[in-house]
């Protein structure tokens, strides 16, 4: 049975290997994690101002307009990362005919001098998405749990514990 990539398994597969192989394998440890808690509540906080979330099928966009799919993010602490998530949901709302520019909006900004990155889904960028997702599927779906990264990013991931205490 093939694996189905989402936004999420797109975002962790830049930011860390070994985390998007164990969320794509149903091991969530995000509940118990006091910094996705207060994403979340970040997200709450902005539905509560009438900006909630768009659901289709599997995906879940932050804002829809007639130029952007938007994408908030809590910093900017992995950009690679929300550009290829973005890019996804660009390519699974193309897929439904809708076409949209993707902005990408960091609410803390730690090493980039931008708040605000505009992404676009050209030819290559959706080669690339089909290829990752190729990756992806194999990652999730293959027997070996990656390597942990070994970074100062790691003490900060809802899968700390299980990587370097258990």
Request: hydrophobic share 35%.
């Amino acid at each position: 049975m093939a694996v189905e990539v989402t936004g999420t398994l797109m975002n962790y597969f830049f930011h860390c290997k070994r985390q998007c192989y164990l969320h794509g394998n149903k091991l969530n440890l995000e509940d118990n994690s006091e910094l996705v808690q207060i994403g979340k509540a970040q997200h709450e906080a902005r539905a509560l101002d009438g900006n909630s979330e768009i659901e289709i099928e599997h995906i879940k966009l932050d804002k829809l307009t007639k130029e952007y799919l938007t994408e908030i993010k809590k910093s900017d602490a992995d950009v690679e990362a929300a550009k290829w998530q973005t890019l996804y949901y660009l390519k699974i709302l193309k897929e439904k005919g809708i076409v949209r520019k993707g902005k990408i909006e960091f609410l803390e900004k730690n090493k980039t001098a931008k708040k605000t990155i505009i992404v676009e889904l050209g030819e290559k960028e959706e080669t690339e998405l089909n290829r990752y997702m190729g990756e992806i599927q194999k990652l999730i779906e293959g027997d070996e749990i990656p390597s942990r990264l070994d970074k100062a990013q790691c003490k900060k991931c809802a899968y700390y514990e299980y990587c370097y205490i258990s």
